[in-house]
Structures are given as structure tokens and as C-alpha cells.
Nanobody, 115 residues
Framework: QVQLVESGGGLVQAGGSLKLSCVAS????????TAWYRQAPGKQRELVAT???????NYAGSVKGRFTISRDNVKNTVFLQMNSLIPEDTAVYYC?????????WGQGTQVTVSS
């Protein structure tokens, strides 16, 4: 019954910004980690950013300095702020929550960066 609903994707020009949101519903107990992944056509899914509970954020080298992952615990929402976007960022972005009771995924949101 746990659901992750993503929003905020769209079309943006290179150099622009987008902020993705992932709202969790249902009871998620004892979160171990929260992450954002992305998958471009013809490529494998890759980890973009993650927060291990009790730790600090980690980022893929390709997005470090441009993306920021954060979490609003009161509203049960995970964010991915994306700045200085480049065409190589074009992909479907997925949020992921790992807890002691399950591994949950959002439906994905499309991000397209034009030149």
C-alpha cells in the first residue's frame, strides 16, 4: 500500500533548473536510505543521489555540484533540485526508498534538456 508519486519533470533548456518531488503515502517504517535514480534510453539505470539514514548525501560524479537531494520528514517528501542542466541529464528519473519492510519505487518522471 506504500506509494511514491513523483512530479516536477518536464522540458527545460540547457542551463536551466528543475525541482523534482516524490511524495510518499502509506506507512514507511525505519527508512534505511532514500535515493534518486535515472535511466536514459538504451542505457542502464544509474544512481544519481542518495542519503543513507543518519549520514550525509552522496552524488554521482556527473551531477556533483549541480544536484541536491533533500527530504522533508514532516511532509514525507523527497526532493531533487537540479541546476545547470545539460542535455546529458535527459532521462526518466525515479525515486527510491529502502526500509526494513520493503524497497519502494516511484513511477518515474521524464526530464528532457534541450540544447
Amino acid at each position: 500500500q506504500v506509494q511514491l508519486v513523483e512530479s516536477g519533470g518536464g522540458l527545460v533548456q540547457a542551463g536551466g533548473s528543475l525541482k523534482l518531488s516524490c511524495v510518499a503515502s502509506g506507512n514507511i517504517v525505519s527508512i534505511i536510505a532514500t535515493a534518486w535514480y535515472r535511466q536514459a534510453p538504451g542505457k542502464q539505470r544509474e544512481l544519481v543521489a542518495t542519503i543513507i539514514n543518519g549520514g550525509r548525501p552522496n552524488y554521482a560524479g556527473s551531477v556533483k555540484g549541480r544536484f541536491t537531494i533533500s527530504r522533508d520528514n514532516v511532509k514525507n517528501t523527497v526532493f531533487l533540485q537540479m541546476n545547470s542542466l545539460i542535455p546529458e541529464d535527459t532521462a526518466v528519473y525515479y525515486c527510491n526508498v529502502v526500509s526494513i519492510t520493503g524497497n519502494y519505487w516511484g513511477q518515474g518522471t521524464q526530464v528532457t534538456v534541450s540544447s
